[in-house]
């Protein structure tokens, strides 16, 4: 399985599933909302950033040349257009679901707008995680490439 393919459909289901959260948390508590909202949203930024970073280190780790890494922006790319496209479709079917209410927005919506949305919620944290994660392994590598001095 391609790379992008796992984060995409892992992505995707995580949407998709904090949208069904909000959903039935949203119709039980609903003077709540905004609490409920934000936390999905930073659990979604979170797992995102984070998956980006491990995908940093690890590039970085293996080729510690900048000029030779794995083409990461393509990789995330594709991962965010699909999961925003399968988890605005995933949505739309589960909200037909009796018990679920997940907005009763149109596929139109859910394929246009709400899927971009959702792509730039996972690409633009996942390249910050990247750069952070290749920063964190340039400092790993450097301090164990500097001999240690000592004075005389």
């Not at 393919?5 to 995580?14: F, H, N, S, Y």
């Not at 980006?52 to 393509?74: I, M, Y």
């Not at 990247?130 to 392994?137: K, P, S």
Request: charge should be neutral; glycine fraction near 12%.
């Amino acid at each position: 399985m391609n790379a992008w393919v796992l984060r995409a459909i892992v992505l995707g289901a995580l949407v998709v599933l904090l949208r069904a959260v909000l959903g039935f948390a949203m119709v039980n508590w609903p003077t709540h909302g905004v609490w409920m909202r934000m936390f999905c949203l930073v659990v979604l930024v979170v797992a995102v950033l984070y998956w980006g970073v491990l995908d940093g280190r690890k590039d970085r780790s293996a080729q510690p040349d900048p000029e030779r890494g794995t083409d990461l922006t393509l990789l995330w790319l594709e991962a965010a257009a699909a999961g925003g496209l399968g988890s605005g479709l995933g949505a739309w079917i589960i909200d037909w679901l009796p018990k679920f209410d997940l907005g009763d927005n149109g596929l139109l919506f859910e394929l246009t707008a709400g899927a971009a949305f959702i792509v730039l919620l996972i690409f633009i944290p996942a390249l910050v995680g990247v750069g952070v994660g290749r920063i964190l392994a340039d400092r790993t590598h450097n301090k164990q490439s500097t001999p240690v001095h000592t004075p005389a």
